[in-house]
Each structure stands twice: as structure tokens, then as C-alpha cells.
């Protein structure tokens, strides 16, 4: 009868498990449809300024670019590490450290590397071991273009004053509730890519007012802070995505096991019923002999 107890304490266990990850999935759906509208809606705008930015840079020089877009020799890196507060998402945080981690023994090994943190996964990961420059792990209490924003300007004048010569994003780039790709994007020097295409649709019959240069000298700020924010957008996605998805199978397990566990029980009732029904007769036949 103890091994009786004993399993149905488990069922009891593992079924109160199952309410709390299915509870947790939902919450993480609801907070992963609003987390889509974001990101989808803000994508096609981020795409676009950034075309506007080659095309109206593809037939300037690149010193017009000023600071921003002036490539040096890499000795100082900023790795700005986004990810989540809380863990149950699955690989969610452990892909970002991982890539953390081939950057520091690969491309960035024997440089000077910083992390600015949004998400307290990487600091607690990366304190003792990194020089973090900033823990910005609050912007998720509050997550607005605002707030991104302010570290976005705060990036680009590390990056004027020769802080760092490099600045590098290191995000979850949300595809579906399923799948999240780890990006290694350069954040700063801003590139001015040019190729044929561009240049042609910058030799359209544009009127720029005022001219090209102030243009490009406003498109690049505006859209370092649209390219942090869609990265901030997309791992936020990321992570109610891959949590929704763990706590989906984390559900399923539960059920699955609870089920065995429920015919494991009636096995050993059955059993247990069984040896007391021959106890019984055993004794009976006893005392009639």
C-alpha cells in the first residue's frame, strides 16, 4: 500500500505541473499575438527606411556619412546581448550564449569586448566572467520605442567619442512560435552597402529637399533607433514564442506521464486486490482442512 501512496502522490504532483505550464502557455499566447502585431507591423516600416538610407547614400561618398559610417581597426567591440528575465523557453536563452560564447573564442578572441545586457539571463551569465559596460535588463518593465531610443543614442555617442569601434546586436529573430534564429547584426559603423541596383534607384528623378547630404545625416540616427527597437521587438516575440512552445510540450509530457502513471496505479491495485482475494481463500481452505 505504499508504493499505492506513493503513486498517487506523483499523479497528484505531476497533474497540479500540468495546470500550471497549460496556465502558462495560454499567458504566453495572448502575450505572443500582441508581440506579433508589434513586430509585424513595425518590419515592413524598418525595411523601408533602410532602402531609403542606400539609395540615398548609394551615389554620395562615404565620408558624408560622417562618424557613424567610418570603418576603423577592431580593437574595442560592444556586444549588445538581448534576451529574456525569466528562463522555462526553451533553448531560447541558451542560443543567444552560445553564440556569445563562439564570438568570444572565434572572431572577437584577443579583443576588448564589453556587453551592454538587455535581459537578466545573459548578465547572471556574463558578470563574473565579461566586463559589462551596462545592465539594461529593466527595458523590459517598460519596453517602448522611448525607452530603446535612449540607448540607441547612447550607443551612437559611445561610438562618435571611440568608445568602441564596433558594435554588434545579438538577438533571436522571430520566424513563428517554433522557430527563432539567432542574429549577429552590426549595430555600428553604420554599412552603406552599393551595388548596381541601388545606384540605379538613386539616379530616379528624386527631389530632395533639403539635399541629399542633411537627408542622409537624419536617416542614419532615425534608423539606428529602428534598427534596436525591431531587434528588442523580435526577441520579445522570440521569447513568448519559445515559451508557449515549451510549456505546449511541457504539458503534453505531463499528460502523457500522468496517464502512465494512472495504469501503473491500477496495475497495482488490481495486484494489490488480487494477493488479498488469495489471502482469503488461502486461509478459508486452511481452516476447512
Avoid at 515592413?44 to 533602410?50: M, Q, T
Avoid at 554620395?60 to 574595442?76: F, P, W, Y
Avoid at 528575465?85 to 543567444?96: A, K, V
Avoid at 554588434?168 to 513563428?176: D, G, L
Wanted: neutral net charge; glycine residues 4%.
Amino acid at each position: 500500500m505504499a508504493n499505492l501512496k506513493e503513486i498517487r502522490s506523483r499523479i497528484t504532483s505531476v497533474g497540479s505541473t500540468m495546470q500550471i505550464t497549460s496556465a502558462m502557455k495560454m499567458v504566453s499566447a495572448a502575450k505572443l499575438k500582441r508581440a506579433t502585431d508589434s513586430i509585424v507591423q513595425l518590419r515592413p516600416y524598418a525595411n523601408k527606411l533602410r532602402e531609403l538610407l542606400q539609395n540615398v547614400s548609394a551615389t554620395l561618398d562615404a565620408e558624408v556619412g560622417g562618424s557613424l559610417t567610418q570603418e576603423r581597426e577592431v580593437n574595442k567591440v560592444l556586444l549588445v546581448v538581448i534576451n529574456s528575465n525569466r528562463g522555462l523557453c526553451g533553448g531560447y536563452n541558451s542560443s543567444i550564449i552560445k553564440k556569445v560564447n563562439l564570438l568570444l573564442a572565434g572572431d572577437l578572441k584577443g579583443k576588448q569586448v564589453e556587453l551592454l545586457t538587455i535581459g537578466k539571463k545573459s548578465f547572471e551569465t556574463y558578470k563574473k566572467t565579461q566586463t559589462i559596460y551596462k545592465n539594461a535588463s529593466n527595458l523590459w518593465d517598460n519596453l517602448s520605442f522611448n525607452e530603446v531610443a535612449e540607448i540607441a543614442d547612447e550607443l551612437t555617442l559611445l561610438f562618435k567619442e571611440g568608445a568602441f569601434d564596433q558594435i554588434r546586436i545579438i538577438y533571436n529573430q522571430f520566424q513563428n512560435a517554433a522557430v527563432q534564429i539567432v542574429q549577429n547584426e552590426q549595430f555600428l559603423p553604420v554599412v552603406l552597402e552599393k551595388n548596381a541596383d541601388e545606384v540605379k534607384a538613386a539616379e530616379l528623378d528624386y527631389i530632395f529637399a533639403p539635399s541629399k547630404e542633411e537627408i542622409l545625416l537624419d536617416l542614419i540616427p532615425q534608423t539606428l533607433k529602428t534598427q534596436l527597437y525591431k531587434a528588442v521587438l523580435d526577441a520579445n516575440a522570440s521569447e513568448h514564442g519559445a515559451r508557449m512552445t515549451a510549456m505546449h510540450k511541457a504539458t503534453d509530457n505531463a499528460d502523457s506521464l500522468r496517464k502512465d502513471l494512472i495504469i501503473q496505479y491500477n496495475k497495482e491495485r488490481q495486484a494489490s486486490i488480487t494477493n488479498e482475494i488469495l489471502e482469503i481463500v488461502g486461509g478459508a481452505e486452511a481452516l476447512n482442512g
